[in-house]
């Protein structure tokens, strides 16, 4: 019998947190995520979400021992078809009863509260973080990725769960040849002397927080269920992110003054807190200021990549590419960049993605499950 714990205690809140770290215990490419940056999404002192949704965790018991966990929760954030719940965070061992347990457990959840349908795995927050069930290239996770073990393919799958979006990640060894439609795209643009690319710098953030908003709200925010940034939010990210900005891989492009493309990078953080185990305490904090300064991170994450519409289909993105990867091979260690999840629902990400000769080196997948079953299904619509 499978006993259901809510998370309501500090009791609670450990075993949430412990439970992957026992799953995974032989997995030699799992990196344990900060704990601090899991408790951070379920505080509504911390999350805006709750402003806008609701959330609960829990825990799964068979003879008084953990078999599994997850989040459930309504996010208002993101508009659908139908009314379409979520739930994330979700491990369990590798028993289909136990599984269907816990996804009956989210449905019913879900139910009482006016949901036709459910997500996962997802995260209660952005897009950018812990969302997709890894199914392809089960290989050391980047910061914010979901790992999983393969059989949680089968677990979803046998339940009923279609796959209403793939997520694919494009690597790219860093010292590689750039494409050749990229450099003529580069030589074409350098003539022109209102163009113009400048590396983002620390000790100018609001200034490219400003940038960055207006190239992302134009090249984005009209995107399926894409939402408008503002400015504040974008600086306070970046401000987050400051101790940590490399100032030689994030690029932004320039007509005269006006911000037209951006190109955001970052270094992968878990090269580093793979060695922290979950905790981000004093000692921790030194050990990370150590690595950071004496570990080399060989590896960096594309985050966001945006054209301005009237811009695009111009080879400003060669111009910038070219520009940005010759600058970055003589000041930085980096050999390897993976971009950020991208989804199949938007083709000409992808176009990108593969003009760069990158290889998918990983996919994940976002689940979606329908709970009238007699009701036609129907994936992510094309961008």
Known sequence: MIIVEEVQNEKHKKEFLEFPAQLYLHDKHY?????????????PQKSKFFKYGTCKRFLFKKNHKTVGK?????????????PTGGFGFFDCIDDQQTANFIFDHCKNWLQEKGMEAMDGPINFGERDKFWGLLIEGFTEPLFGMNYNPPYYKELFENYGFQI???????????????????????????RN?????????K??????????????????????????????????MFNTM????????????????????????????????????????????????WLKE???NEKMVGLVFGIVPEWQKKGIDGYMIWKGTQHLREHTDFTTTELQWIGDFNPKMIKIAEALDTTVTRKLATYRYLFDRNKEFERHPIL
């Open 164 to 190: 209403y979006f793939e997520q694919f990640c494009f690597t790219r060894p860093i010292f590689a040849e750039v494409s050749r439609v990229f450099t003529i795209a580069y030589e074409r643009n350098r």
């Open 70 to 82: 997850v989040a459930v929760f309504i996010n208002t954030c993101y508009e659908q078809k139908q």
């Open 203 to 236: 000790n100018n953030l609001k200034k490219f927080a400003k940038d960055f908003t207006e190239v992302y709200n134009k090249a984005w925010a009209s995107h399926g269920e894409g939402k408008h940034i503002e400015e504040a939010k974008v600086l306070k």
């Open 31 to 43: 990196i344990r995520p900060l704990n601090k940056h899991i408790e951070e999404i379920f505080d």
């Open 193 to 201: 002397p209102a163009i113009s690319a400048q590396p983002m710098k």
């Open 294 to 296: 004496f570990k080399k």
């Open 242 to 289: 400051k101790p940590i900005i490399n100032e030689h891989i994030s690029w932004f492009v320039y007509e005269n003054e006006k911000p037209i493309a951006m190109w955001i990078n970052l270094p992968d953080l878990n090269q580093w807190f793979k060695y922290l185990n979950g905790k981000f305490g004093f000692f921790e904090k030194i050990k990370f200021l």
